[in-house]
């Protein structure tokens, strides 16, 4: 059974940066798509980075210039670097292959 799991989540003040990392159980060439993704209270889960199954990346809108992802294939680990971070970025940040692999979720909170 694959896993992915988390860390570096935490409160940070407006204008800081974290960063995330993603540890694989497996081979990132397993994966069709390998990425980021957020949910906030009371919304729907959405994509904040990925690699795609060609190796390209995807940024959303609200993210891009701020944020970037990585990966390092020695360490099975993908990262998430969050630069200039905004009170909206405050979310449960998930590793994740879907429709069906998922980390447990790392918190990520900014305060204004």
């Known amino acids: 059974q694959v896993q992915l799991v988390e860390s570096g989540g935490g409160l940070v003040q407006a204008g800081g940066s974290l960063r995330l990392s993603c540890a694989a159980s497996?081979?990132?060439?397993?994966?069709?798509?390998l990425g980021w993704y957020r949910q906030a209270p009371g919304k729907q889960r959405e994509l904040v980075a990925q690699f795609t199954s060609r190796g390209t990346t995807n940024y959303a809108d609200s993210v891009r210039g701020r944020f970037t992802i990585s990966r390092d294939h020695v360490k099975s680990t993908v990262y998430l670097q969050m630069n200039s971070l905004k009170p909206e970025d405050t979310a449960v940040y998930y590793c994740g292959s879907p429709p069906g692999v998922w980390g447990q979720g790392t918190q990520v909170t900014v305060s204004s």
């Open positions: 497996r081979n990132f060439f397993t994966f069709n798509t």
